[in-house]
């Protein structure tokens, strides 16, 4: 079985990134934060060669749990579980009745689940997309090429949707910061500028030298 993470090295990074922007099937939601329950949305932003898109299956990775799929004017929603009763993967599919005759529409879907706490790593889903065209033709594409699988000759493997885990982000993280930055900005503006000069009452509060103070005497 493969491993559907990828510890988030610069090389690793590049690649996900231009993969994902010219994914059919990207998750356009941006980034996970570790260890937190979020909603994750895969766009599937084109069809099979002007066909449009039928059914769409997502792989969920092992670490990924508390996985429940989102209702979807796409069509029915379905899931797959292991023995252990963790779901596995995920499959929307649209009824015949919307079918559309070519491939004209952007199509949104959700899933909530509970990131693993593991920031600065790359959680990829292979999905697999089904089309129909207007004739009735059937065509598939996988989507499951990982930054770490040889490229097939042709390149006609197509990368898997891949999230990236960023550290976790707490409700008003950035206050206490911000807050910090404006005592300092505060205490700082309040200091008394030194003018390099000293006032009487200082150098009369001065001691003296025991030099000046016998001749004084």
Not at 49 to 65: E, S, Y
Not at 100 to 129: C, E, M, N, S, W
Not at 149 to 154: K, M, R
Not at 161 to 167: G, K, R
């Amino acid at each position: 079985m493969r491993k559907l993470l990828v510890s988030w090295l610069p090389l690793a990074l590049v690649v996900a990134l231009s993969d994902v922007a010219r994914a059919h099937v990207s998750i356009a939601s941006g980034p996970g934060f570790a260890n937190m329950t979020q909603e994750i949305v895969f766009g599937v932003g084109h069809g099979c060669a002007g066909a449009d898109t039928v059914r769409v299956r997502v792989q969920i990775p092992t670490d990924v749990l508390s996985v429940r799929p989102l209702r979807s004017d796409f069509g029915k929603v379905s899931v797959e579980k292991d023995a252990a009763g963790t779901i596995t993967a995920i499959s929307w599919q649209k009824a015949d009745a919307d079918v559309l005759d070519a491939d004209l529409a952007y199509y949104k879907l959700g899933v909530r689940l509970k990131v693993p706490d593991k920031p600065f790593t790359i959680y990829y889903f292979p999905a697999q997309q089904i089309c129909r065209a207007a004739d009735g033709t059937m065509s598939t594409v996988d989507w499951k090429m990982l930054p770490t699988d040889p490229v097939a000759d042709g390149g006609s493997d197509e990368p898997a949707p891949a999230l990236q885990v960023m550290p976790a982000r707490r409700p008003g993280w950035n206050k206490s910061r911000s807050r910090r930055r404006c005592r300092t900005s505060r205490r700082s503006s309040a200091m008394p500028r030194s003018s390099g000069r000293v006032s009487r009452r200082t150098a009369r509060t001065r001691p003296l030298p025991r030099s000046s103070a016998r001749r004084r005497a």
